[in-house]
């Protein structure tokens, strides 16, 4: 006999038998949605009756009896669709924590004591534990989404507290002053002509700040991306091109935006490209922007990024609705695109003094 049941937003199954040993087995049917539930219900019923399941027997997988190696080939083998970037950070992390407990055979004998031994191992800086934390959650959390662990080891380690990282946002008046220095470098350097340096270094700054793009998109964006009879830049919707997130987005594009890719695509199929007209690395355009963003007097904080930190944070200035701005910038949740909105004092104060002169304006009442 079993029933169904849910706690918190997950369905389980609840077996009972009295010649069993406990008598009551609860199986997760892994899913939220009651028709789902319903029907993996029915199933297993039914295989229940006949013989064909026994929630009391469990398989070597749903032990955990597997080896490290093999859980990580499965993880990394899911995890295709992301960026090439991404996939090398979880093969990098996931392999060094391989080769740190060899003697480890499998899952099921990795614990919290040992996360936070490979963790605290070397001279890590806490930014780089962080990292290694939040590259090994995914890979444990989906060892128990598939039933090959009961639950996370990564579940309660111990980090440092490290110093938040402002990436800030770029004022007008700030981005005026970055393109007259990158001019006044090329006009006053005797290695570059102004049409070769200035070019693809302000383009892609206008790029990142009108579109919120990140430096590894925009070095990717060739002509096939762009299409101009619908206004639209499609980003990571090819062979080839990934995002960082490994879902792709489709962009509008303004008037001015479009004039700025014709124009660079006279020289090079590639959006934004280097002064031989050849695609760019992300590193590199992240250095240069350093380099001149440095020679403009800017904050030390501020980098290629904050570009995109702009885009969002202009967006939502200028009343774009949250799932919106969400959407143009391709995260996955709306708390991830809050972390990016760096709200202006000048801005709260005006956007509030509006709002509430016009709720004192449609109001009878005499605040």
């Known amino acids: 006999m079993a029933s169904l049941f849910k706690r918190g937003n997950r369905y389980y199954l609840a077996f009972h038998d009295t010649s069993k040993s406990p008598q009551r087995k609860q199986v ?10 319903r029907k993996k219900a029915d199933q297993l019923s039914r295989e229940f009756e006949e013989g064909r399941y026994s929630p009391w027997v469990k398989k070597k997988e749903d032990e955990g009896d597997i080896s490290i190696g093999d859980a990580i080939a499965r993880f990394v083998a899911t995890r295709q669709n992301l960026s090439p970037q991404s ?9 060094q924590f391989l080769k740190w407990a ?24 806490p930014v780089t534990k962080k990292t ?15 039933g090959l662990l009961f639950r996370s080891p990564v579940a309660g380690v111990r980090l440092p507290k490290i110093q938040q990282f402002h990436h800030g946002v770029i004022s007008h008046k700030e981005v005026q002053v970055l393109y007259e220095t990158i001019e006044r470098y090329s006009n006053e350097s005797k290695h570059f002509s102004k049409e070769l340096m200035t070019t693809w270094t302000k383009s892609a700054v206008k790029i990142a700040i ?15 991306d762009v299409e101009f009879d619908n206004r639209l ?33 006279k020289r090079s199929d590639f959006v934004v490209s280097s002064s031989s007209g050849r695609q760019l690395s992300p590193r590199y355009l992240s250095r240069r922007f350093k380099f001149f963003s440095r020679l403009a007097g800017l904050p030390e904080h501020i980098r290629f990024h904050s570009l995109r930190h702009t885009a969002c944070t202009n967006l939502i200035e200028s009343g774009v609705p949250l799932e919106a701005v969400r959407i143009f910038m391709g995260h996955s949740s709306i708390r991830v695109t809050q972390r990016y909105i760096h709200y202006s004092p ?9 709002a509430l002169s016009r709720i004192e304006s449609a109001s009878s009442i005499d605040f």
């Open 132 to 146: 290694y934390s939040t590259t090994l959650s995914p890979f444990f959390n989906w060892c128990v989404k598939t």
């Open 233 to 265: 830049l499609c980003v990571g919707n090819r062979d080839g091109f990934l995002t960082k997130s490994g879902r792709p987005r489709v962009i509008p594009l303004t008037e001015k935006m479009i004039a700025e890719i014709q124009h660079n695509l």
């Open 210 to 224: 009108g579109l919120g793009l990140r430096a590894g998109e925009i070095c990717q964006l060739r002509r096939e």
């Open 28 to 37: 997760s049917l892994k899913v939220s949605h009651y028709r789902a539930a």
């Open 87 to 95: 996939i090398q950070k979880y093969q990098s992390v996931l392999g």
């Open 102 to 125: 060899p003697e480890k055979k499998t899952l099921k004998q990795v614990c919290q004591d040992d996360i936070q031994a490979f963790i605290d191992s070397g001279n890590r800086k």
């Open 346 to 354: 000048l801005a709260y104060q005006k956007d509030v003094s509006q």
